[in-house]
């Protein structure tokens, strides 16, 4: 069950309408690393969440507060497409070539489609979809992938920073960027109480090593030309991280046979001359 206030989780302010910067706020709404995505992302992992409650009610609260941020940033998108005085427009653009050259103009849709409003798209226009709403089932792979989300989160509204002049507009975007920097900790805080690298590593870890091919398991395979010096790191020498084995560098070799795939059925209509005794071609 979920409830709702009507105020705002934070005050959003705009002091100069731009719509132009109301579509680069879009991203952070329906973009690949925008809200949308976090919000459906916690939430569909807290629903099929098994094991201890903690991290499900962890997870339907992050969500929410998710939700919340969406309401944030629409608000915004809206105040911006409100409208400024075309000269004030311009004067920003000029004041800012990046502005100038990434803004362009607003989205037509965001008046065609939405009445002077936000959309569930990115800033192109875009749709959002739920292909990037990863929810393994795994908590620890969960967890890497919210890192990950987090950190892509925090990077877009730290650039949209950067695009903008408007005192609101930055008090709202630092307050996001804040969010972010509690959620990432707040990730790797579990996969810490997990067993950290060690403990949750490899993924799943319930799978039975002695299963895998572990001549293998931990060769970083070099696959580049001849004559070009293989990369080294900490990947390519020393103990793993799960401390189960030592990294290796192995040149790339075919361990395996050339395939040999059996003839193409009649009914699955191959040229003829895929078919048996059908090598000349007419």
């Known amino acids: 069950m979920f409830y709702f ?3 705002l989780q934070y005050d959003v302010r705009v002091d100069v309408p731009d719509p132009r910067f109301a579509r680069l706020l879009q991203q952070a709404i329906g973009g690949v690393e925008g809200e949308l995505r976090v919000c459906l992302q916690y939430l569909f992992q807290a629903f099929g969440a098994r094991g201890p409650a903690r991290y499900r009610q962890m997870l339907l609260s992050t969500g929410t507060e998710e939700m919340a941020h969406i309401e ?3 608000t915004a998108v809206a105040l911006n497409l409100e409208g400024a005085p075309g000269d004030l427009q311009d004067e920003a653009a000029q004041a800012n070539p990046v502005v100038a050259a990434v803004m362009g103009g607003m989205d037509p849709r965001q008046y065609l489609s939405a009445g002077m409003a936000a959309l569930a798209a990115d800033a192109n226009g875009v749709p959002f979809s739920g292909a990037h709403v990863y929810a393994s089932g795994n908590l620890a792979a969960d967890m890497y992938a919210n890192v990950t989300a987090e950190a892509t989160g925090r990077a877009l509204a730290c650039r949209l920073y950067e695009l903008t002049d408007d005192p609101g507009m930055k008090d709202m975007l630092r307050f996001l960027i804040a969010r972010d920097t509690m959620h990432q900790q707040q990730w790797l805080a579990v996969i810490e109480e997990l067993g950290g690298q060690t403990g949750t590593l490899p993924i799943p870890n319930s799978f039975p090593v002695e299963e895998e091919r572990r001549e ?4 970083y395979v070099f696959t580049g030309m001849p004559g ?44 003829a001359q895929q078919l048996p005794g ?5």
Do not use: C, H, W
Request: zero cysteines; charged letters at 20%.
């Open 228 to 271: 070009v010096e293989p990369p080294t790191g900490r990947f390519t020498a020393g103990p793993s991280l799960d401390g189960l084995g030592t990294f290796r560098l192995v040149p790339a070799e075919a361990r395996g046979a050339q395939p040999n795939l059996a003839p193409p059925l009649p009914q699955a209509y191959a040229q």
């Open 278 to 282: 059908e090598e000349t071609i007419r």
């Open 72 to 74: 944030m940033l629409a």
């Open 5 to 7: 206030d009507p105020k």
């Open 216 to 219: 293998v398991s931990y060769d």
